[in-house]
Structures are given as structure tokens and as C-alpha cells.
């Protein structure tokens, strides 16, 4: 491997070489992210060509792709956002749905010329028809973000501008839709001469109609039993709810999903007073320890130094060392593997040693801290050794160490202040005595070319270094006589602590660490049950920081944030609608999608983070477009006359290809973020799976479960009706 030394060389010569180019993993992830986004749109179209079988219609859709994604630069810039990870995230988690309501215009316009209208008022007729329900179901998209003013800490720093950028996109779809795609449509829905017509392309498009006929027409048999069976479909849905109960319990739990920057990092302590010389020598040790791992590209070593941001100021007995290794295309083993690999390599005794990977989003925290409060040091440290103890037991805690840092020699100076008040002086003039001694005051300062430094007196080294020396320190008394310091105080030598942190106006000791192969809440889940029968003296506790408290935190606010989404989509739904009741029926295809979303998480053996969070809450505002369309078909045609049954019975077969367009098209806009394939795509990875395992799932069971539930709400409206009318006649007999 490469390895670079943070001094110059001996010849005076001084190398320049970049160390970390954070811009280079930004620029990768932006590039993949960008890339998953045409590749999610082009899927989108496909599936468009595949259900309209018509390139021109198709061509109507996707000229939509652009223009929204265009117009959405223009909300986003006047809002502050920047071109971003995660704002370019939303963008590409806009790009499947940026074509729902188009599709459902476009089909709907199509159909409506099927009918034998003129082209022209077939789309006026037809945009007409759905856009109080695309707006309803935009509206609802959008509502599901406005809650995100609950959110606080990191999570509102990635949820905002994702709600920001996503909300904007669908704002600009719906504009598109209800314009662009009605002014294209008369002109690219024109029959072709049957001429022009390529005789493969039109056997093709006759197979796929002829399939999706048997589609709709076996779906409309499934609807008419699941019509006549209507006890049965709610216990099957019900039993889902059951099964993802179970499921959720034992899923584990992440805060920010783990990224690979291809760059791991080991902070190395000495015992303090350690020269400067032995700890280069144990920084050497260490780097041939672990340069010949094959994957690693280049090592920066820095001695001296705490290593925060590449610092140059610290201690001599600190250093750190800063690991590339080659991107994750080109090689078989992942950053954590490598960096477990690095954590048994490394073996320099008396020393602690932290080997950590570093992440695209850094939040300051460490994945285990177990804080012990309390008084008295001596207690904590004694706790905290046995607490050590215990969670190094835990499987998955890796790289564990405490918070107390080894005593630095020091003299202890204790003065009797009984003695000193005979000369007339108190503690604290003794003290300030022996601070101008030891550390020096600024008596004057000396200028010279317009500079101006200090001129600091204080005791020679040999006076002050030595404790007999010390001792006979001269302390000025009121009364104008001098006094030894050792007839005022006694004068020992011993270790004082290092560092001492408070908490809560409680001294704290923190045990540390990392985990490896598991995920952050079994492992914290472990530590707790193992220390809950954990001795604790009185005046003593125990509490849990670092990622876990930030995850905790985090989760709080998103889950507060989607009950208000849901509650927002309600309200959104009922003043379109002009009902509480059909919105009601709506909100059933929710808990449906929470299904799919924990399913499609445990089938990719991903955890639940705050990445699938915020995806459960888009999911929230998507998954009920599909039961919006299908309950505004079924209200319409009640309101034309129609029986409620047949009503229901026609809606379902008649949009189940603008539902299944629209599902697809996003499912599929989404894949390529899913797969989490590219370089810096893994933040939205969980997101994508969560909306697409809901989505999915949900959408074949709202086609089910959404006219039996519409049907058992009916039923039981009628029967309240009958009863309010029958106390009404017979309070008027």
C-alpha cells in the first residue's frame, strides 16, 4: 500500500498528494443516482408501451418525464435546496409516479375515443372525468410531507429535502398532466392508415391486448367471489396484518443505512507522556501489520494528533491512520469485512486501538455507548470495568473501550489553609503564586516591525520540573515576607484524570465500541437484557447514547410524523371526496402496504432504518391512489344511476390498467434504487424497497379488499339509515 507521513522530508522538501476527495464520492453517488433515475424512467416506459400498445400514446407519456423533471428545478432553486444526495434522490423517487397521472388521463382519453367520440372532446370529456381524482390523489402524495416540521435533529436534515424535492415533482406532474397531456393527445391518438402499420408490431400488439383481456376478464371472476365471499377476503387481509405483526417484532433495527466510501479509520493512544518518537514507532508497527491486505490502495499516517478532520494539533502520544481501499467494483470483499479484517491485524500492546469505517453521512456518535452516571470516579471506573466485561460478551461488539483515559503524572499540591491564614493568605492566592510559576504571566510585550508578542515570566525549568524545587517556591505575604510554599502546603506526586465528563450534572464514564454483522438494535437489545440485573450502587445509573440514542430520537419523531400523514391524507381525501366515510374505506389499503413494505424488507435481509421510515411515510400518500381511482369510478357511475354491485363489478375490470400502469411504473422507476447496485446508492435503498414491497402487494390486495370493504361500509350505512328511519316513524306513530 501506499504510505504517506504527515512531516517533511529530511531534505527539507515537502510532498503534496490528496489525501481524501470527499467530492469524488458525492460526484459518484449523484452519478449513480442520476443513472438509476433514466434507467427507472425508461422501465416506465416500457411498461407504457407494453399496456397501450400505441408508440404515439406512449411518446405523449413519456415527453411528460422530462418536462415535469424540468420544471421541477425551478420550485426547488427558489425553495434553497441544492443538487444534493438526497434531493437528487428524490428526483429519481419522483421519476416512476411523475407518469401516474398522465397515465390515468391518457387512458382514460383513450377510452373515451374507443367510445366513438371526436378526438378533440374525448379529451376534454375524458381529462374531465379523472382530474378531480388525480388531484385528490396528488394532494394526498404531497400531504404526507407537510408533517415534517415534527421532525427534528438528522432525520429532518434528510427528510426535508426529499419532501421538498419529491413534493415539487408531483405538484409538476399534475400540471403536466392536466395540460400538456390533453393539448398532445388529439394529435397523437390519430388512427395510422393501416398502410403504414409495421404487420409483427400489429400481431404483437393483438397478442398483448388478447392477454390483457383474459387478465381483466379472470380478475372480474376473482371480484365477482370475492363479492360473494366477502367474511373470507377480510379474514385473509386480516391474517396478513397478523403475519407482519410477527414479522415486525423480530426485525432488526438501524439508524442511517451503512455506506461504503472505500475508506476505513484507526485511532491509536498511547500511555500518556508517551514520546513522540515511540509513538511513530508503534504507528509503523501497525501500518506493516495491515499493508498487505489486497484491496488496499493507500495509507496516511499522522502522528501527534486527535486526527479530527486531518488536524495537526494533540497529543504525542495520539496518531491516527486513514485506509483507501479500491471501490466496491473491484473487489469481492466489503469495507466491513476489510475493516474486521484490519481490527485482528493490528495487535500493539498497551494501546487502544479503534478501527472504524467512515460514512457519507457522519453523525458524531459512536454505534454502542452505555453512559454509567454518578459521584465518585473511582466507583465509576470500578462499574465500568465490569460493564466492559459484560457487553464484550454481546455478539457483534467489536472495538470496545472505555471513556477513561490514563492518568497524567502531575503534582498535587494541598494547601493548609489554617497555616496560611497565620501569613495573612488564602488558598487561593497561593494558587495563583504557583500559576505564574509553572505556567507564566504576560508582564509586557515587546513590538518590533509593527508584531507584537508576549513576554512571559516564570520559574526555570529546573524549578519548576522538580518537587524539592517547588517546595521552596517564595510566596509573598500581605505583610511583605517571603514563605517557602512547602510551609504553606503539602507537595505529592500522583495521576489525575485526563478528561471528565458530565451528564445531567452527573460525572459520566462511557464504554464504547462498534458492531460488526449485526444490526444496531439486537445488539443494544443484548446489552440491555444482560444489564438489567446489573448491581448498581445508590445515586448510580445506566442509560444508552451515541447512535442508538440519536435512532431512538429519530424514529420517535418519523412515527409521530406518519400518524399526522395519515391523518393529513384523511382529511385531504375527505374534502375531495365531500365524504368521511369513502375515505375511511381508503385508508384500508395503508395497512395492506405496511405488509408488503416489512415483507420486502425482510426478503432483501435489509433492517428497519430511517431510510425505510421516510418510506413508509411516501408510501402513505402513494399507496391510496390506486383505491382513490377505483372508488371515484364506482361513486361516478352510482351517481349516473347504476346499481352499487354492478357499479362495482364494472370498475374493477375497467381500471385495472391504469391501476396496474401506474403501479408498474413506479414498482419498476424504482428498481434500480432498490437493487442498490451503484456506488453511494445504499441511503435510498431501504426507501426504494419499502415503497416497492408496499406498493405491490398493496395493489393486489386493493383490487380485492378495497370493493368488499366499500361494499361492507355501504351495507352498514344502509342498515343505520333503516334504523334512524324506522325510531323516526315510530316516534311519529
Same mark, same amino acid.
Given at each position: 500500500?501506499?504510505?504517506?507521513?504527515?512531516?517533511?522530508?529530511?531534505?527539507?522538501?515537502?510532498?503534496?498528494?490528496?489525501?481524501?476527495?470527499?467530492?469524488?464520492?458525492?460526484?459518484?453517488?449523484?452519478?449513480?443516482?442520476?443513472?438509476?433515475?433514466?434507467?427507472?424512467?425508461?422501465?416506465?416506459?416500457?411498461?407504457?408501451?407494453?399496456?397501450?400498445?400505441?408508440?404515439?400514446?406512449?411518446?405523449?407519456?413519456?415527453?411528460?418525464?422530462?418536462?415535469?423533471?424540468?420544471?421541477?428545478?425551478?420550485?426547488?432553486?427558489?425553495?434553497?435546496?441544492?443538487?444534493?444526495?438526497?434531493?437528487?434522490?428524490?428526483?429519481?423517487?419522483?421519476?416512476?409516479?411523475?407518469?401516474?397521472?398522465?397515465?390515468?388521463?391518457?387512458?382514460?382519453?383513450?377510452?373515451?375515443?374507443?367510445?366513438?367520440?371526436?378526438?378533440?372532446?374525448?379529451?376534454?370529456?375524458?381529462?374531465?372525468?379523472?382530474?378531480?381524482?388525480?388531484?385528490?390523489?396528488?394532494?394526498?402524495?404531497?400531504?404526507?410531507?407537510?408533517?415534517?416540521?415534527?421532525?427534528?435533529?438528522?432525520?429532518?436534515?434528510?427528510?426535508?429535502?426529499?419532501?421538498?424535492?419529491?413534493?415539487?415533482?408531483?405538484?409538476?406532474?399534475?400540471?403536466?398532466?392536466?395540460?400538456?397531456?390533453?393539448?398532445?393527445?388529439?394529435?397523437?391518438?390519430?388512427?395510422?392508415?393501416?398502410?403504414?402499420?409495421?404487420?409483427?408490431?400489429?400481431?404483437?400488439?393483438?397478442?398483448?391486448?388478447?392477454?390483457?383481456?383474459?387478465?381483466?376478464?379472470?380478475?372480474?371472476?376473482?371480484?365477482?367471489?370475492?363479492?360473494?365471499?366477502?367474511?373470507?377476503?377480510?379474514?385473509?387481509?386480516?391474517?396478513?396484518?397478523?403475519?407482519?405483526?410477527?414479522?415486525?417484532?423480530?426485525?432488526?433495527?438501524?439508524?442511517?443505512?451503512?455506506?461504503?466510501?472505500?475508506?476505513? %479509520?484507526?485511532?491509536?493512544?498511547?500511555?500518556?507522556?508517551?514520546?513522540?518518537?515511540?509513538?511513530?514507532?508503534?504507528?509503523?508497527?501497525?501500518?506493516?501489520?495491515?499493508?498487505?491486505?489486497?484491496?488496499?490502495?493507500?495509507?496516511?499516517?499522522?502522528?501527534?494528533?486527535?486526527?479530527?478532520?486531518?488536524?495537526?494539533?494533540?497529543?504525542?502520544?495520539?496518531?491516527?491512520?486513514?485506509?483507501?481501499?479500491?471501490?466496491?467494483?473491484?473487489?469481492?470483499?466489503?469495507?466491513?469485512?476489510?475493516?474486521?479484517?484490519?481490527?485482528?491485524?493490528?495487535?500493539?500492546?498497551?494501546?487502544?486501538?479503534?478501527?472504524?469505517?467512515?460514512?457519507?453521512?457522519?453523525?458524531?456518535?459512536?454505534?454502542?455507548?452505555?453512559?454509567?452516571?454518578?459521584?465518585?470516579?473511582?466507583?465509576?471506573?470500578?462499574?465500568?470495568?465490569?460493564?466492559?466485561?459484560?457487553?464484550?460478551?454481546?455478539?457483534?461488539?467489536?472495538?470496545?473501550?472505555?471513556?477513561?483515559?490514563?492518568? %497524567?503524572?502531575?503534582?498535587?499540591?494541598?494547601?493548609?489553609?489554617?497555616?496560611?491564614?497565620?501569613?495573612?493568605?488564602?488558598?487561593?492566592?497561593?494558587?495563583?503564586?504557583?500559576?505564574?510559576?509553572?505556567?507564566?504571566?504576560?508582564?509586557?510585550?515587546?513590538?518590533?516591525?509593527?508584531?507584537?508578542?508576549?513576554?512571559?515570566?516564570?520559574?526555570?525549568?529546573?524549578?519548576?520540573?522538580?518537587?524539592?524545587?517547588?517546595?521552596?517556591?517564595?510566596?509573598?505575604?500581605?505583610?511583605?515576607?517571603?514563605?517557602?510554599?512547602?510551609?504553606?502546603?503539602?507537595?505529592?506526586?500522583?495521576?489525575?484524570?485526563?478528561?471528565?465528563?458530565?451528564?445531567?450534572?452527573?460525572?459520566?464514564?462511557?464504554?464504547?465500541?462498534?458492531?460488526?454483522?449485526?444490526?444496531?438494535?439486537?445488539?443494544?437489545?443484548?446489552?440491555?437484557?444482560?444489564?438489567?440485573?446489573?448491581?448498581?450502587?445508590?445515586?448510580?445509573?445506566?442509560?444508552?447514547?451515541?447512535?442508538?440514542?440519536?435512532?431512538?430520537?429519530?424514529?420517535?419523531?418519523?412515527?409521530?410524523?406518519?400518524?399526522?400523514?395519515?391523518?393529513?391524507?384523511?382529511?385531504?381525501?375527505?374534502?375531495?371526496?365531500?365524504?368521511?366515510?369513502?375515505?375511511?374505506?381508503?385508508?384500508?389499503?395503508?395497512?395492506?402496504?405496511?405488509?408488503?413494505?416489512?415483507?420486502?424488507?425482510?426478503?432483501?435481509?435489509?433492517?428497519?432504518?430511517?431510510?425505510?421510515?421516510?418510506?413508509?411515510?411516501?408510501?402513505?400518500?402513494?399507496?391510496?391512489?390506486?383505491?382513490?381511482?377505483?372508488?371515484?369510478?364506482?361513486?361516478?357511475?352510482?351517481?349516473?344511476?347504476?346499481?352499487?354491485?354492478?357499479?362495482?363489478?364494472?370498475?374493477?375490470?375497467?381500471?385495472? %390498467?391504469?391501476?396496474?400502469?401506474?403501479?408498474?411504473?413506479?414498482?419498476?422507476?424504482?428498481?434500480?434504487?432498490?437493487?442498490?447496485?451503484?456506488?453511494?446508492?445504499?441511503?435510498?435503498?431501504?426507501?426504494?424497497?419499502?415503497?416497492?414491497?408496499?406498493?405491490?402487494?398493496?395493489?393486489?390486495?386493493?383490487?380485492?379488499?378495497?370493493?368488499?370493504?366499500?361494499?361492507?361500509?355501504?351495507?352498514?350505512?344502509?342498515?343505520?339509515?333503516?334504523?334512524?328511519?324506522?325510531?323516526?316513524?315510530?316516534?311519529?306513530?
Amino acid at each position: 500500500a501506499n504510505v504517506t507521513y504527515s512531516a517533511p522530508t529530511e531534505t527539507g522538501e515537502v510532498e503534496v498528494r490528496v489525501l481524501s476527495d470527499s467530492s469524488r464520492m458525492i460526484v459518484t453517488s449523484l452519478k449513480s443516482i442520476a443513472s438509476s433515475g433514466l434507467q427507472g424512467a425508461i422501465l416506465a416506459i416500457l411498461v407504457l408501451l407494453f399496456f397501450l400498445r400505441h408508440l404515439r400514446a406512449t411518446f405523449a407519456i413519456a415527453i411528460s418525464i422530462p418536462v415535469a423533471v424540468i420544471s421541477t428545478f425551478g420550485p426547488v432553486y427558489f425553495s434553497g435546496t441544492t443538487l444534493n444526495i438526497i434531493s437528487m434522490a428524490g428526483l429519481s423517487l419522483g421519476v416512476g409516479m411523475m407518469v401516474d397521472n398522465s397515465i390515468v388521463v391518457l387512458e382514460n382519453i383513450f377510452r373515451h375515443k374507443e367510445m366513438g367520440k371526436d378526438i378533440v372532446q374525448a379529451a376534454e370529456d375524458g381529462t374531465a372525468e379523472v382530474s378531480l381524482a388525480i388531484t385528490a390523489s396528488t394532494l394526498t402524495s404531497v400531504a404526507v410531507f407537510l408533517p415534517v416540521v415534527w421532525v427534528t435533529g438528522l432525520a429532518q436534515l434528510f427528510f426535508r429535502e426529499l419532501a421538498l424535492t419529491i413534493s415539487f415533482s408531483l405538484l409538476m406532474s399534475l400540471l403536466t398532466a392536466v395540460t400538456l397531456v390533453p393539448m398532445m393527445a388529439p394529435r397523437l391518438l390519430k388512427d395510422r392508415p393501416a398502410r403504414r402499420r409495421i404487420p409483427w408490431a400489429v400481431r404483437l400488439s393483438d397478442r398483448i391486448g388478447q392477454w390483457l383481456e383474459r387478465l381483466e376478464a379472470a380478475y372480474g371472476r376473482l371480484l365477482d367471489w370475492a363479492l360473494g365471499h366477502r367474511w373470507h377476503v377480510v379474514g385473509i387481509g386480516a391474517s396478513f396484518l397478523v403475519l407482519v405483526a410477527l414479522v415486525l417484532g423480530q426485525m432488526g433495527l438501524e439508524f442511517i443505512p451503512s455506506s461504503d466510501t472505500s475508506q476505513f %479509520r484507526v485511532s491509536i493512544e498511547l500511555a500518556p507522556g508517551t514520546r513522540l518518537d515511540e509513538t511513530q514507532a508503534a504507528v509503523e508497527q501497525a501500518v506493516a501489520q495491515i499493508q498487505d491486505i489486497p484491496e488496499l490502495q493507500s495509507l496516511y499516517v499522522a502522528v501527534g494528533t486527535t486526527g479530527g478532520a486531518y488536524s495537526t494539533g494533540g497529543e504525542s502520544n495520539q496518531a491516527f491512520i486513514v485506509g483507501t481501499v479500491s471501490r466496491p467494483g473491484q473487489r469481492r470483499r466489503s469495507l466491513d469485512e476489510i475493516v474486521e479484517d484490519v481490527r485482528g491485524r493490528i495487535v500493539l500492546p498497551g494501546a487502544k486501538v479503534t478501527v472504524a469505517t467512515t460514512g457519507i453521512i457522519e453523525t458524531g456518535g459512536n454505534d454502542i455507548e452505555v453512559q454509567i452516571k454518578g459521584d465518585d470516579m473511582e466507583v465509576l471506573e470500578d462499574l465500568s470495568k465490569q460493564v466492559l466485561a459484560i457487553v464484550a460478551q454481546v455478539p457483534g461488539a467489536r472495538g470496545l473501550d472505555t471513556s477513561i483515559s490514563e492518568g %497524567r503524572p502531575e503534582v498535587q499540591i494541598r494547601v493548609d489553609r489554617a497555616r496560611a491564614a497565620r501569613y495573612g493568605l488564602t488558598a487561593s492566592q497561593v494558587a495563583a503564586t504557583v500559576q505564574s510559576a509553572v505556567r507564566g504571566q504576560v508582564v509586557t510585550q515587546y513590538r518590533v516591525g509593527g508584531e507584537e508578542y508576549d513576554i512571559r515570566l516564570m520559574a526555570t525549568e529546573a524549578a519548576r520540573s522538580d518537587v524539592n524545587a517547588l517546595r521552596q517556591l517564595p510566596i509573598a505575604t500581605p505583610l511583605g515576607q517571603t514563605v517557602p510554599l512547602g510551609e504553606l502546603a503539602e507537595l505529592t506526586r500522583g495521576v489525575g484524570p485526563a478528561t471528565i465528563d458530565r451528564e445531567d450534572q452527573m460525572r459520566v464514564v462511557k464504554i464504547i465500541g462498534q458492531i460488526y454483522g449485526r444490526d444496531l438494535g439486537s445488539v443494544i437489545n443484548d446489552i440491555k437484557a444482560r444489564l438489567a440485573d446489573f448491581p448498581l450502587p445508590p445515586g448510580y445509573e445506566i442509560a444508552y447514547g451515541g447512535d442508538y440514542e440519536l435512532m431512538e430520537e429519530a424514529m420517535t419523531g418519523l412515527v409521530q410524523t406518519l400518524i399526522f400523514s395519515v391523518a393529513l391524507v384523511y382529511l385531504v381525501m375527505a374534502a375531495q371526496f365531500e365524504s368521511f366515510l369513502h375515505p375511511f374505506v381508503i385508508l384500508f389499503s395503508i395497512p395492506l402496504a405496511l405488509v408488503g413494505a416489512v415483507l420486502g424488507l425482510v426478503l432483501t435481509g435489509r433492517s428497519m432504518d430511517m431510510s425505510a421510515m421516510i418510506g413508509l411515510i411516501l408510501l402513505a400518500g402513494v399507496v391510496v391512489n390506486n383505491a382513490i381511482v377505483l372508488v371515484d369510478y364506482i361513486n361516478q357511475l352510482r351517481r349516473q344511476g347504476m346499481d352499487r354491485d354492478e357499479a362495482v363489478r364494472l370498475t374493477g375490470p375497467r381500471r385495472l %390498467r391504469p391501476v396496474l400502469m401506474t403501479t408498474l411504473t413506479t414498482v419498476l422507476g424504482l428498481l434500480p434504487l432498490a437493487l442498490g447496485l451503484s456506488e453511494g446508492a445504499e441511503l435510498e435503498a431501504p426507501l426504494a424497497t419499502v415503497v416497492i414491497g408496499g406498493l405491490t402487494l398493496s395493489t393486489l390486495l386493493t383490487l380485492v379488499v378495497i370493493p368488499v370493504v366499500y361494499t361492507l361500509f355501504d351495507d352498514l350505512v344502509v342498515r343505520v339509515q333503516r334504523r334512524a328511519s324506522a325510531r323516526i316513524r315510530a316516534a311519529a306513530m
